[in-house]
C-alpha cells in the first residue's frame, strides 16, 4: 500500500489478493484530516469492517480482477461464466443479404445460423492481442513484415503472419513457463467475450462511430488505397494499430473487432451451429480449417461483426491474421 501523503486529504491504493491466482483488487480508502479523531480505535475497527466486507463482495471487483503472467507480462481479465446467445441475429441477415446478395451470404455468412443459446464456464482473457514484442520472446527471428509501405513488425503491434500452430505453440510454451493451461479460446468463449453481456451486432452502440472502437477499412485507408469498400469514418490507421489504441468492450478487452482476425481452437464445419453442444462446445471434432473471429483492418463494417466467422487453413500465413491467449481458470489454493 502507498500514500498520497499523512496529514493531508489523500488517497490510499494497493493490491489485494483475494486468494485466485493473479486475482488482485485494487482498493482505495480517502482520509481527511477532519476525520483526524477518527484515527481512534473505534475507526480502525470500522475499516477493517468495511475491507472485510469489500473483500467478501468479489462482483464489486470484477472488473479489476487481473492476472499478469511473469515471463512475458500478457495482461489477462477475468471473464466470469454465463449464457449467451451466439450467432447471427434476423436483422444480422437482413443486412448482410441487402449488402452482398442472396448466394455470397449463403457461401460467406449462413454458417453463423442458427441463433443459439450457449453456456460458458468462466476463463480469463488476454486483455489484448499478442504483440510483436510479446511473441519475439518465443520466436526471436519472427518478422511480421509489411503491408507494401507499411511496417506490421512494430512492437506494440499484433502480431500477424504466423500459422495457428505457431499461435497454438506460444500458447503451450508460455503455459509452460508460468506453469499455468494456456490456450487460444474456442469460438464461443470467444463470442462470449467479444459481446460483453451485449446481444447487438457489435459491442459499441450503432449511433457511435465504429472507429472510436475497432481499426478497420476507413477513411485513412481509402487515402491510400481509393478502390477499398471502407466505413464512413478515420480510425487513423491503415495497416495494424497498436494493441490497445481504441476503446474497450464491456469485459474490458480491446480490439475484439478489428486489427486483425484472431485464430481460435476450433476446426470450422459450416453446419455446425445447427447441432452444436449447449455448454462449453469446442467446435467440430475434424475439419480442413480453423476459425478465425473478429475482423481486421482492411475489412469494411460487415465483417466487424461479434457473430462475423471465418477460417483459414491452419498453415495459413496472413497480414491480418494474429491471436489472443486464454489462460484456464486455476483451482482455488
Ligand atoms: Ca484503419
Known amino acids: 500500500m502507498k500514500s498520497a501523503g499523512a496529514g493531508r486529504d489523500g488517497v490510499f491504493s494497493g493490491h489485494v489478493s483475494d486468494g485466485t491466482p493473479g486475482a488482485m483488487k485494487r482498493l482505495f480508502l480517502t482520509v481527511s484530516d477532519k476525520a483526524a479523531p477518527a484515527r481512534s480505535g473505534l475507526f480502525f475497527l470500522l475499516s477493517l469492517f468495511f475491507l472485510n466486507l469489500f473483500l467478501q463482495s468479489p462482483a464489486l471487483f470484477a472488473a479489476e480482477k ?18 449467451f446467445i451466439m450467432g447471427q441475429s434476423d436483422a444480422e441477415k437482413e443486412m448482410l443479404i441487402k449488402a452482398l446478395g442472396k448466394q455470397r451470404y449463403e457461401k460467406y455468412c449462413a454458417c453463423e445460423r442458427p441463433r443459439h443459446e450457449v453456456s460458458v464456464s468462466g476463463f480469463w482473457l488476454g486483455r489484448f492481442e499478442v504483440t510483436n514484442a510479446q511473441f519475439r520472446r518465443f520466436k526471436p527471428e519472427h518478422d511480421s513484415s509489411t ?80 478502390n477499398w469498400a471502407v466505413c464512413d469514418c478515420d480510425d487513423g490507421h491503415p495497416v495494424t494499430a497498436p494493441a490497445g489504441s481504441f476503446k474497450p468492450n464491456p469485459f474490458g478487452l480491446y480490439d475484439m473487432l478489428g486489427n486483425v482476425w484472431e485464430w481460435c481452437a476450433d476446426w470450422y464445419a459450416k453446419d455446425y451451429y445447427k447441432n452444436s453442444p449447449a455448454t462449453n462446445p469446442t467446435g467440430s471434432p475434424a475439419g480442413k480449417y480453423r476459425m478465425v473471429r473478429g475482423s481486421s483492418w482492411d475489412n469494411p463494417l460487415r465483417y466487424v461483426r461479434c457473430a462475423s466467422r471465418n477460417h483459414r487453413l491452419p498453415v495459413n500465413c496472413n497480414y491480418g491474421i494474429g491471436f489472443r491467449l486464454l489462460l484456464e481458470k486455476q483451482p482455488r489454493p
Open 66 to 83: 487481473v492476472f499478469r503472467d511473469p515471463v512475458v507480462g500478457i495482461e489477462f481479465v477475468w471473464i466470469p461464466g454465463g449464457k
Open 147 to 226: 503491408y507494401l509501405d507499411f511496417t506490421l513488425n512494430d512492437d506494440r503491434q499484433p502480431v500477424v503472419n504466423i500459422t495457428w500452430y505457431e499461435a497454438r505453440d506460444f500458447a503451450a510454451w508460455l503455459g509452460r513457463q508460468c506453469s499455468r493451461k494456456m490456450r487460444l479460446p474456442t469460438e464461443a468463449e470467444w463470442e462470449y467475450a467479444c459481446r460483453g453481456g451485449t446481444s447487438s451486432i457489435r459491442y459499441w452502440k450503432d449511433c457511435e462511430p465504429a472507429c472510436n472502437y475497432a481499426n478497420i477499412a476507413d477513411l485513412t485507408a481509402k487515402k491510400n488505397w481509393p
